[in-house]
């Protein structure tokens, strides 16, 4: 079954407005989580990997101030898309690894903004 | 930072048909390398990995090979069957977590 789950697997918003995506972890501790993000026909970019208890460490081109990530317990990580515009639109996938090299996805959220 | 190369992007092959992808990869120091199936709309699916102190890797019709000296791998499905048809991407890992992917590949079995 799924160790890894985000809600909401899909969201509209109008331009200007901000939304939050949750990424649980759901059978382990996960003090690490990571958040990628995939355009159409296009590959998964790491944005930042989400440690809990401290900041997270974003990748090289993501805005830090933009896509803010808060990791408070070691089930939940959350990404917040701050003033989303249309070039927002994307799939966002959090992942957890933890125990073994093998990285756990969640389903994905489905982010388009009008 | 680690950088991956996958090809072909495009790959057809007629059911039943083998079918290869190969990947190359830029940090030595990766030690891990995981070929995920990715449908559309949903989530990476791990289907097979390898570690660096190992050379191949078989389950059932999938295999991986690794070779470290040159820095690349390869995924080869065998008897392809048309739910085999999806995206395939590579990756590779080093010791601190962050997997860096290949640009995918469009893996098409026609019936």
């Known amino acids: 079954g799924a160790v890894v789950s985000q809600h909401p697997s899909w969201v509209i918003c109008k331009s200007g407005t901000s939304v939050k995506i949750e990424c649980r972890s759901l059978d382990f501790q996960a003090t690490t989580m990571f958040w990628y993000r995939q355009f159409p026909k296009q590959s998964l970019m790491l944005m930042a990997t989400?440690?809990?208890?401290?900041?997270?460490?974003?990748e090289q081109g993501v805005e830090k101030d933009k896509f803010l990530i808060n990791h408070a317990s070691l089930t939940l990580s959350t990404l917040t898309v701050t003033s989303a515009h249309p070039e927002d639109s994307s799939f966002y996938i959090c992942?957890?690894?933890?125990?073994?090299?093998?990285?756990?996805f969640g389903p994905g959220t489905r982010l388009t903004v009008l | 930072g680690e950088n991956v190369e996958q090809h072909p992007s495009t790959l057809s092959v007629q059911e039943g048909d083998s079918a290869v992808i190969k990947c190359t990869y830029s940090?030595?120091?990766?030690?891990?390398f995981p070929w995920y199936k990715q449908e559309l709309g949903k989530r990476p699916q791990l289907i097979i990995d390898i570690r660096s102190n190992v050379g191949e890797k078989k389950d059932q019709r999938i295999a991986v090979t690794l070779n470290k000296t040159a820095k690349h791998f390869s995924l080869h499905i065998t008897e392809t069957q048309p739910e085999d048809s999806a995206v395939y991407f590579c990756?590779?890992?080093?010791?601190?977590?962050?997997?860096?992917f290949g640009d995918g590949t469009t893996l098409t079995v026609k019936p």
């Open positions: 989400s440690n809990e208890g401290s900041k997270a460490t974003y």
């Open positions: 992942s957890r690894a933890g125990g073994t090299d093998t990285q756990y």
């Open positions: 940090d030595s120091a990766s030690n891990y």
């Open positions: 990756a590779a890992r080093a010791n601190a977590g962050k997997s860096t």
